[in-house]
Structures are given as structure tokens and as C-alpha cells.
């Protein structure tokens, strides 16, 4: 089975510029997260698909991130402008009732 | 709200003696709770998980830990550290309200393992 698949897997970008992140989840898993980990910290949740409808994105600054998810598969999450504090390992993850949880690689953002 | 607090930033043991990572939790309800380890550059791996059957839950890798409700804790522990344990863990509660499964993770304890 492959794996929650994200791109890219580095980006550096100067403050006010924007960027976008992909994630591709396993094949059948209907419900998609995106989680922020800043240096020191653990993951936090951004926000969270169930399909294509939004469940959970209480915790996203929703002024200059935004995120879909077209068909109810792949997701993106973007952020603009980006500021110096968006600096951050941004993980997808996607899991079924069955399976239970899986992470992707990630996507490590440095805003200078 | 469900929320796990890991008692130490830093652990460092000698290779070959015991590993004891501790977590401790707050939650209005029956939790899920699970450890998960993230070594440099690579992405998050479930060690194990606990979903209210044995308290005492077996993972990966030699690693247990043990549910007690009468202390709210789910320590992670290991008879003997190998020098692959070196990574980050990560104590998880899982947030059921909604239904949907929502992790709440703790901050994090650095394993550090030396000759």
C-alpha cells in the first residue's frame, strides 16, 4: 500500500510571498488532516477533511491559510502572505475507521 | 478538552539500560492514547496504542506502555535502549467528540542514548 504522499519536501520563501503544499492520501482514506509542527513542538492541527467537507478547522489562521480538498482525495494547503512564524514542518496525514492513522514525510517551510 | 502533558523535555540513558518516558493526560472521557516516535528528517511512526482493551499495550520495537486511569498516566517504557532509540516521542491523546478522530499531541521528550 503507498503511502500519504506531500510535495514539496522543501521550500524557502521570503515573508509576504506565498506558497502551496500538496498531499495525496492513501487510496480510500476519506478522512484528511493537515497538521503544523513548529520547531520544539509537537503537531498541531490546522484543519481536517472528512471527503471533501471541512470537520475541524478551529485552529487555522483562516486571515492567510486556506485549504481544500477537491473530489474528496487530494488536498492542498496554502499560505498568503507567509510570515516569519509559518516557519514549520507541515504534515498531511489521512486514516480509515480500519486502518487508523498515517503520516506523510512532510513539508519543511522556512520563511526568511 | 482532551490534552497530555510529557513530564520531560530531555531523557538521556546509557545503551543497555532501562528507557522510561512519561506521559500524563487529561481527558473528560474513556481516551485512545498512543506514542508515536519521529527520528531526524523522517516522519511520525506509531510505537503503539492503547483503545480501552489490556492496560498494558505491546508495540514496536520492545517498546510497552501502561495505562492507569487511577493516575491518568500512559508511560512509555523499554527493558534495554538500543542506540536506534535516539528520536523524539511523542505522547497523543485522540479527541473523539465530534466523532471524527482528531490527535492532540504533548510537546514531545528527546531521547538521547549514549555508548
Known amino acids: 500500500e503507498a503511502g500519504v504522499a506531500q510535495s514539496p519536501r522543501y521550500k524557502i520563501i521570503e515573508k509576504r510571498q506565498s506558497v502551496a503544499f500538496w498531499c495525496n492520501p492513501i487510496s480510500g482514506h476519506a478522512t484528511l488532516y493537515w497538521y503544523q509542527q513548529i520547531l520544539g513542538q509537537g503537531p498541531k492541527l490546522l484543519i481536517q477533511f472528512q471527503n471533501n467537507g471541512v470537520v475541524d478547522d478551529s485552529q487555522l489562521p483562516k486571515d492567510r491559510f486556506s485549504a481544500e480538498r477537491l473530489k474528496g482525495v487530494d488536498s492542498t494547503l496554502k499560505i498568503q502572505p507567509a510570515k516569519l512564524e509559518d516557519s514549520a514542518v507541515y504534515l498531511c496525514?489521512?486514516?480509515?475507521?480500519?486502518?487508523?492513522?498515517?503520516f506523510g514525510s512532510g513539508t519543511r517551510l522556512t520563511v526568511v | 478538552a482532551q490534552s497530555v502533558t510529557q513530564l520531560d523535555s530531555h531523557v538521556s540513558v546509557s545503551e543497555g539500560t532501562p528507557v522510561l518516558l512519561r506521559c500524563n493526560y487529561s481527558?473528560?472521557?474513556?481516551?485512545?492514547l498512543f506514542w508515536y516516535v519521529q527520528h531526524p528528517n523522517k516522519g511520525l511512526q506509531l510505537l503503539l496504542k492503547y483503545t480501552s482493551a489490556a492496560t498494558l499495550v505491546k508495540g514496536i520495537n520492545g517498546f510497552e506502555a501502561e495505562f492507569k486511569k487511577s493516575e491518568t498516566s500512559f508511560h512509555l517504557t523499554k527493558p534495554s535502549a538500543h542506540m536506534s532509540d535516539a528520536a523524539e516521542y511523542f505522547c497523543v491523546v485522540s479527541d473523539r467528540r465530534t466523532g471524527f478522530q482528531k490527535l492532540v499531541f504533548g510537546t514531545g521528550t528527546r531521547l538521547l542514548v549514549s555508548p
Open positions: 496525514a489521512s486514516s480509515s475507521s480500519r486502518l487508523g492513522y498515517t
Open positions: 481527558s473528560s472521557y474513556s481516551p485512545s
